[in-house]
């Protein structure tokens, strides 16, 4: 089992910068990638960033040039630095750990913390 503990999240105006944390532990070596998704209300969940084991990244095209992913392996977490965010950043960040690359399939969740950008 992994576990995951975010920290971050809170109330920013637009233009603004935030910095999420996600703190893993437990059964780590399993893990191949870990990042971020975020849920709007009444939308679908949507994947934001992915970091992977040896540090390639990916991002959602939304949020390209503004977010950038990174992982710190002594500490067993992972950053997602959001600056110049919109209201539409507005959402629930989950952290997200998986076996495969892509963390298309997600094995573990954290349990989301609010970002939420007022115009």
């Known amino acids: 089992q992994v576990q995951l503990v975010e920290s971050g999240g809170g109330l920013v105006q637009a233009g603004g910068s935030l910095r999420l944390s996600c703190a893993a532990s437990?059964?780590?070596?399993?893990?191949?990638?870990m990042g971020w998704y975020r849920q709007a209300p009444g939308k679908q969940r949507e994947l934001v960033a992915v970091?992977?084991?040896?540090?390639?990244?990916n991002y959602a095209d939304s949020v390209k040039g503004r977010f950038t992913i990174s992982r710190d392996n002594a500490k067993n977490t992972v950053y997602l630095q959001m600056n110049s965010l919109k209201p539409e950043d507005t959402a629930v960040y989950y952290c997200?750990?998986?076996?495969?690359?892509?963390?298309?399939?997600?094995?573990?969740w954290g349990q989301g913390t609010q970002v939420t950008v007022s115009s």
């Open positions: 970091i992977t084991r040896i540090g390639s990244t």
């Open positions: 997200a750990a998986g076996k495969r690359i892509g963390l298309r399939e997600v094995d573990y």
């Open positions: 437990g059964s780590i070596f399993s893990i191949n990638a």
